[in-house]
């Protein structure tokens, strides 16, 4: 497989070349990763965007977010033909600062799962190892840049869909705070807990894109050794045993650089998050899905939620869907689920209240089989595929929070392995920050 690029890297290619020679090595290595399922559209042709600091660098997008170039099928087949005819937020600000938009990237279907297995456009293979999934949902945006094609792709995240990929194709992948980067023009599951974000090879590349997209700067950190808290129960629990070892020997790495780790708990947050994270979901995605539609400027306005899952192909999101249609999450029950996430939004203000971000295994296992949709093995038992990946990202992304998930090594097999960092709300700038910093650390 080929290897991350870093912005750094394309800006010295753009240096020694031209534009349009990058932006064609880029075409021409997006039409030839048909053998990993990276991208649902490439563009034929592509002329160099505006001057600006992206300014010749050929960029991705996940297939869920609208771009006005290309249609946005949100990996299913009833939106296949559906040209929105417009930008989302992050894509207009990646635009603006030069950036070529040279394709969309495959996904799981309608972003309601985390391996990437997309039975109705065919499924997204893990660079290290095709015959594994490399996560999801995001999976096409992460494989687009793990195997350089691109040095940034855009994706979203629901509940771990960008640092899930991230983690299982060693790269970095940020989780903004809800509504930091805008939450319309992109096909939807849930206004509450769904976010765009980006993937790269490094922090700074990251930082420069969250910049560029909310006008903000990173901020400064404090004039004292970052302090990051350790949640060991429910986060350190039943991990493969190469995941558990790879993050041991990075918190040792980093506690030997100066960074002062802090045993910590995030009260009851895997059972709160039980109790309330599925019923939201599954409650606005039968309002949020259609009213998604009906701004859209093609015959796909007229769509209902009960036409798109009538279409839908991947079993396990059709699953899904026909239980969001079966009216079982009534409106009790969401007002419920809304209260108890205030309940899992105290617990990790408790959890932050003396330290800087939270720090954590990113999921639990490596990345499993292609095909393992319903069970995997962790340490040689059967496992729920979904909420067992989900595990250490959904609670916080239930809570509206942003977190991001570095490189922490890999296992004997090659397989990355990802290590997290989690702030509070609004934290974005900080959390960048002491990423940048980690990074520089376990380097």
């Given at each position: 497989m080929s290897t991350p690029t870093s912005l750094d890297q394309v800006r010295r290619r753009l240096a020694g070349s031209s534009p349009e020679a990058v932006l064609a090595e880029a075409l021409a290595a997006a039409r030839g990763s048909h053998d990993l399922g990276v991208f649902l559209a490439v563009a034929e042709d592509v002329t160099p965007g505006a001057d600006g600091p992206?300014?010749?660098?050929?960029?991705?997008?996940?297939?869920?977010?609208?771009?006005?170039?290309?249609?946005?099928?949100?990996?299913?087949?009833?939106?296949?033909?559906?040209?929105?005819?417009?930008?989302?937020?992050?894509?207009?600000?990646?635009?603006?600062?030069?950036?070529?938009?040279?394709?969309?990237?495959?996904?799981?279907?309608?972003?309601?799962?985390?391996?990437?297995?997309?039975?109705?456009?065919?499924?997204?293979?893990?660079?290290?190892?095709?015959?594994?999934?490399?996560?999801?949902?995001?999976?096409?945006?992460?494989?687009?840049?793990?195997?350089?094609?691109?040095?940034?792709?855009?994706?979203?995240?629901?509940?771990?869909?960008?640092?899930?990929?991230?983690?299982?194709?060693?790269?970095?992948?940020?989780?903004?705070?809800?509504?930091?980067?805008?939450?319309?023009?992109?096909?939807?599951?849930?206004h509450t807990r769904d976010t765009a974000g980006v993937l790269a090879s490094t922090v700074a590349d990251v930082a420069l894109v969250d910049g560029l997209v909310t006008g903000t700067a990173v901020a400064t950190l404090p004039g004292r050794a970052p302090r990051l808290g350790v949640p060991r129960a429910g986060f350190f629990d039943d991990l493969h045993p190469e995941v558990a070892s790879v993050v041991g020997r990075a918190l040792d790495k980093l506690a030997d650089a100066g960074v002062e780790l802090v045993e910590t708990t995030v009260p009851d947050a895997h059972e709160l998050d039980a109790a309330c994270g599925f019923p939201i979901v599954f409650h606005e995605i039968v309002r949020d899905?259609?009213?998604?539609?009906?701004?859209?400027?093609?015959?796909?306005?007229?769509?209902?939620?009960?036409?798109?899952?009538?279409?839908?192909?991947?079993?396990?999101?059709?699953?899904?869907?026909?239980?969001?249609?079966?009216?079982?999450?009534?409106?009790?029950?969401?007002r419920e689920a809304l209260a108890t996430r205030d309940r899992l939004r105290a617990a990790y203000a408790t959890a932050l209240r003396d330290v800087d971000a939270?720090?954590?295994?990113?999921?639990?296992?490596?990345?499993?089989?292609?095909?393992?949709?319903?069970?995997?093995?962790?340490?040689?038992?059967?496992?729920?595929?979904?909420?067992?990946?989900?595990?250490n990202t959904a609670p916080g992304s239930t809570a509206g929070m942003p977190a991001i998930s570095l490189p922490a090594g890999t296992t004997g097999a090659g397989l990355p392995v990802g290590l997290s960092l989690e702030a509070g709300p609004d934290g974005d700038a900080l959390l960048l920050a002491l990423a940048a910093e980690v990074e520089r650390r376990l380097a």
């Open positions: 992206l300014a010749g660098v050929p960029v991705a997008v996940k297939d869920n977010l609208d771009t006005h170039d290309f249609p946005t099928t949100g990996g299913t087949p009833a939106l296949r033909a559906s040209r929105p005819g417009r930008d989302h937020h992050a894509v207009e600000r990646l635009r603006a600062a030069g950036a070529t938009v040279i394709g969309k990237t495959n996904l799981h279907e309608l972003a309601l799962g985390i391996t990437s297995n997309n039975a109705a456009f065919g499924p997204v293979r893990n660079p290290h190892d095709p015959s594994r999934s490399p996560g999801g949902s995001s999976g096409g945006s992460a494989v687009a840049v793990a195997t350089g094609i691109v040095p940034i792709a855009l994706g979203t995240d629901t509940g771990g869909s960008l640092r899930v990929p991230a983690a299982h194709c060693g790269i970095v992948g940020f989780r903004p705070t809800v509504g930091r980067w805008g939450d319309d023009r992109a096909v939807p599951i849930s899905l259609p009213a998604y539609l009906a701004t859209l400027p093609g015959p796909e306005r007229e769509l209902t939620f009960a036409d798109v899952l009538a279409r839908i192909a991947s079993p396990d999101v059709r699953g899904a869907c026909e239980f969001a249609a079966s009216g079982s999450v009534t409106d009790e029950v969401y939270l720090v954590y295994p990113t999921v639990p296992l490596p990345a499993p089989p292609l095909g393992d949709d319903e069970t995997t093995e962790l340490d040689g038992r059967a496992v729920p595929t979904f909420v067992t990946t989900i595990r």
